[in-house]
């Protein structure tokens, strides 16, 4: 057949936990770049109106938005997830590709190994369940991706990690080990996909004023350190993470790989 004939494949990105932070500004960074969004995050009714103004924000670019309010983490949730896409835009050589792939899911505990109390002290299932969904995840989604022939060469993979996973923060043990593993998964999902020509990265922020940093305990402390550490006085930003993202995103920066890349304007440099 020739190119003519050949239907014109469109490009998507897949963003896992899109509805706010650094889900949301790399959604309106990939559109703007030419990629449709197929967005899952996990919100109630009193959140939805933001969910709405972002996928809005990606229509008025002239992309495509899907956003699928469901639990990412849940196996069966996920396998409907990707059928539905299969269905719609194909399954393998034919199919419209999800050219990158970003987790950014921020949900885990933030209790402490150990408390005064039972009640106020981490659980082991409040451990399995941060590390579930804040690390492996990553795989299942992967795997799942690349079994369908949903991505295929010059896919990008990124996850986003944190100081976190080799510093210590009270009530961050559990987050802390999750973006550990996170970029362990990383490094072996690179050795593993290599030879598919896809790439994966891990994305490590700077301190960012999202939801997600609001919700740790200590949250303003961090904030005033980050801005009097960072060489250009302020804190980075959910588009700076974003810009990154869609530079690493450019088919030039299929030999970047394995990596965590930190996008935090020095901030990490300077003690």
Not at 19 to 48: P, Q, Y
Request: glycine share 10%; net charge neutral.
């Amino acid at each position: 057949m020739s190119a003519e004939g050949r239907r014109q494949k469109t490009e998507w990105a897949l963003i896992l936990g899109a509805s706010s932070g650094f889900g949301e500004a790399a959604a309106l960074e990939l559109a703007d770049l030419g990629m449709n969004i197929l967005a899952v995050h996990l919100d109630r009714k009193s959140t939805m109106g933001n969910v709405d103004r972002i996928a809005q924000g990606i229509k008025a670019k002239g992309r495509e938005a899907i956003f699928l309010n469901v639990n990412a983490a849940d196996p069966e949730k996920r396998q409907e997830v990707l059928s539905a896409f299969a269905e719609r835009h194909g399954e393998g050589a034919e199919a419209d590709p999800i050219r990158v792939l970003l987790h950014s899911l921020a949900f885990g505990t933030l209790k402490p190994f150990l408390a005064d109390s039972e009640e106020e002290m981490l659980t082991k299932a409040q451990m399995d369940m941060t590390l579930d969904v804040m690390a492996n995840t990553l795989v299942y989604w992967t795997q799942d991706l690349v079994r369908r022939r949903l991505m295929g060469a010059g896919g990008r993979v990124f996850a986003m990690t944190s100081a976190g996973g080799a510093r210590v923060w009270k009530t961050y043990g559990a987050v802390s080990a999750a973006k550990s593993a996170l970029e362990s998964h990383v490094r072996q999902l690179t050795l593993e996909l290599g030879p598919l020509g896809i790439t994966v990265n891990a994305i490590m922020a700077g301190v960012t004023d999202t939801p997600a940093l609001r919700k740790i305990p200590g949250a303003d402390r961090m904030i005033k350190m980050a801005l009097a550490k960072n060489p250009s006085g302020r804190l980075t930003t959910t588009r700076d993470v974003a810009e990154a993202i869609g530079l690493l995103a450019n088919p030039k920066a299929h030999w970047i790989t394995g990596n965590v890349i930190c996008v935090d304007g020095g901030e990490f440099v300077v003690d």
